[in-house]
């Protein structure tokens, strides 16, 4: 396997809402992958022989991350959908492999970075996948578990009722984190305050304070207007989607609040796909501690080489926009994704 070292974040070029950041050539690390820039903002891509290599890396990074946070007030990570990450949460899962042992299932909380608009038993459900893969083999109290309400008939309210769970588990600023009217809702339309609407998970009283699971992690304002995941796992699709960030999605340019109150999850219609999707809004990505993605595949290189070497079009190829603004991001890909990279 080959590797570079570990990117570490500053804000460099990029203000936390999500605006562009500047284009880094890559250059070779010592270990054989490739890191870019070598600035605040460093970017790590590791190239691995094949998917099963690449599952394993993952496995190994994932617990990593993960320990490294155990006295935190609960370690979090937010999961992807797709064909690569149910190989790696069978194989963290399985208690044949290393990896199950050096996760504590029952501190950690599983939370989810996109959703289809399908209930939890749906075969397309990313809860589902996620479940029969790895959550029903380990133990992980009920309560750790923060799905997304995807059997919502109003996806704007699935997306409010998840805004409105990160807020109380994190301990955010009711206000900071879109208090105000249709702060999550969809992207056409205002929808509910995110502190309101029935049904909605946790007390106001709750949500308006620094609960006793986040507080203790927080790192100032900052740190309480936004959720604070200390693992964030993505895919890319073949046209440079990822999480439930499409191209030309409104949420690529949203810069938040100076286009009001900041949105932590989003209903957003897919027109490619006819169907809506909830997903975690950038601002949320970029404030993770370490953001892994997993890509895998011929289909995937052009797409991966027009986010990581193209130029800087968010909106027509939306991982370009994830870039930790304190944290690690680190591209794991398997050599036919990245055949077409001129850095491999």
Same mark, same amino acid.
């Given at each position: 396997?080959?590797?570079?070292?570990?990117?570490?974040?500053?804000?460099?070029?990029?203000?936390?809402?999500?605006?562009?950041?500047?284009?880094?050539?890559?250059?070779?690390? #010592?270990?054989?992958?490739?890191?870019?820039?070598?600035?605040?903002?460093?970017?790590?891509?590791?190239?691995?022989?094949?998917?099963?290599?690449?599952?394993?890396?993952?496995?190994?990074?994932?617990?990593?991350?993960?320990?490294?946070?155990?006295?935190?007030?609960?370690?979090?990570?937010?999961?992807?959908?797709?064909?690569?990450?149910?190989?790696?949460?069978?194989?963290?899962?399985?208690?044949?492999?290393?990896?199950?042992?050096?996760?504590?299932? /029952?501190?950690?909380?599983?939370?989810?970075?996109?959703?289809?608009?399908?209930?939890?038993?749906?075969?397309? #459900?990313?809860?589902?996948?996620?479940?029969?893969?790895?959550?029903?083999?380990? /133990?992980?109290?009920?309560?750790?578990?923060?799905?997304?309400?995807?059997?919502?008939?109003?996806?704007?309210?699935?997306?409010?009722?998840? /805004?409105?769970?990160?807020?109380?588990?994190?301990?955010?600023?009711?206000?900071?984190?879109?208090?105000?009217?249709?702060?999550?809702?969809?992207?056409?339309?205002?929808?509910?305050?995110?502190?309101?609407?029935?049904?909605?998970?946790?007390?106001?009283?709750?949500?308006?304070?620094?609960?006793?699971?986040?507080?203790?992690?927080?790192?100032?304002?900052?740190?309480?207007?936004?959720?604070?995941?200390?693992?964030?796992?993505?895919?890319?699709?073949?046209?440079?989607?990822?999480? #439930?960030?499409?191209?030309? #999605?409104?949420?690529?340019?949203?810069?938040?609040?100076?286009?009001?109150?900041?949105?932590?999850?989003?209903?957003?219609?897919?027109?490619?796909?006819?169907?809506?999707?909830?997903?975690?809004?950038?601002?949320?990505?970029?404030?993770?501690?370490?953001?892994?993605?997993?890509?895998?595949?011929?289909?995937?290189?052009?797409?991966?080489?027009?986010?990581?070497?193209?130029?800087?079009?968010?909106?027509?190829?939306?991982? /370009?926009?994830?870039?930790?603004?304190?944290?690690?991001?680190?591209?794991?890909?398997?050599?036919?994704?990245?055949?077409?990279?001129?850095?491999?």
């Amino acid at each position: 396997m080959s590797g570079g070292g570990e990117g570490g974040g500053g804000e460099g070029g990029r203000g936390e809402g999500g605006g562009g950041a500047p284009r880094q050539e890559p250059r070779a690390s #010592s270990g054989g992958g490739v890191v870019v820039g070598g600035g605040p903002r460093r970017r790590e891509v590791r190239v691995v022989e094949d998917a099963v290599e690449l599952t394993r890396a993952a496995a190994t990074e994932v617990a990593a991350a993960l320990a490294l946070h155990r006295d935190a007030p609960f370690p979090s990570i937010a999961l992807a959908g797709g064909s690569t990450p149910r190989a790696l949460y069978r194989l963290l899962a399985d208690p044949a492999a290393p990896f199950r042992a050096r996760i504590d299932w /029952q501190a950690v909380h599983f939370f989810w970075g996109d959703e289809r608009h399908v209930p939890p038993d749906h075969p397309e #459900s990313n809860f589902r996948m996620a479940r029969e893969a790895m959550l029903d083999h380990v /133990q992980v109290p009920a309560a750790h578990v923060h799905r997304i309400a995807g059997e919502e008939p109003d996806a704007a309210r699935a997306a409010r009722l998840y /805004q409105r769970e990160l807020i109380e588990v994190f301990g955010l600023r009711r206000e900071a984190a879109g208090g105000g009217e249709g702060a999550a809702g969809n992207e056409g339309a205002a929808g509910e305050a995110a502190g309101g609407g029935e049904g909605a998970a946790g007390s106001e009283d709750a949500a308006g304070s620094v609960s006793a699971w986040g507080g203790a992690d927080a790192r100032g304002d900052a740190a309480r207007e936004w959720p604070r995941f200390h693992l964030v796992l993505l895919g890319l699709g073949e046209e440079g989607h990822t999480a #439930s960030l499409f191209p030309g #999605s409104p949420l690529l340019a949203d810069d938040g609040p100076r286009r009001g109150p900041r949105r932590l999850a989003a209903a957003v219609w897919v027109e490619k796909l006819h169907t809506w999707r909830i997903t975690l809004t950038p601002p949320v990505l970029d404030h993770a501690a370490t953001v892994i993605f997993l890509v895998s595949g011929a289909a995937k290189a052009p797409a991966l080489a027009a986010v990581l070497e193209g130029e800087w079009r968010p909106e027509l190829y939306p991982a /370009q926009v994830v870039a930790p603004v304190d944290g690690r991001l680190l591209w794991l890909v398997d050599r036919a994704a990245a055949a077409l990279l001129r850095s491999g």
